[in-house]
């Protein structure tokens, strides 16, 4: 079993920066793809970033191009999620998720349905 754990989150005026952080129990974290989506009140969840095994593949959805920087840091288990000028849109709970079916390295994942473990997410509220 995977446990993923996120932490960071928090309140944050317009324009400022957070960093989310997602540790994961698993031994063998380096081997799989991770990524982060977001869920506003009574919206669906959306897919936000991806970061492949190695870190040499990323991808954005459109409206945080620019803004947030997803990494990782394979000696610590851990990926995160680095966002800068903050709009009152970016309010939602994110979630850190990895893929454990997957295997194609290239392969970008940008579905919730292509990862099979989730943390409990954490709150990021940007006010204007």
């Known amino acids: 079993q995977v446990q993923l754990v996120e932490s960071g989150g928090g309140l944050v005026q317009a324009g400022g920066s957070l960093r989310l952080s997602c540790a994961t129990s698993?031994?063998?974290?380096?081997?799989?793809?991770m990524g982060w989506f977001r869920q506003a009140l009574a919206r669906e969840r959306e897919f936000v970033a991806f970061?492949?095994?190695?870190?040499?593949?990323?991808f954005y959805t459109s409206t945080v191009k620019g803004r947030f920087t997803i990494s990782r840091d394979n000696a610590k288990n851990t990926v995160y999620l680095q966002m800068n000028s903050l709009k009152p849109e970016d309010t939602a709970v994110y979630y850190c998720?990895?893929?454990?079916?997957?295997?194609?390295?290239?392969?970008?994942?940008?579905?919730?349905?292509?990862?099979?473990?989730w943390g409990q997410g954490t709150q990021v509220t940007v006010s204007s």
């Open positions: 698993r031994g063998t974290f380096n081997n799989f793809p």
């Open positions: 970061i492949n095994w190695n870190g040499g593949r990323l």
């Open positions: 998720a990895t893929s454990t079916f997957i295997t194609d390295p290239t392969r970008i994942l940008s579905r919730a349905d292509e990862y099979d473990f």
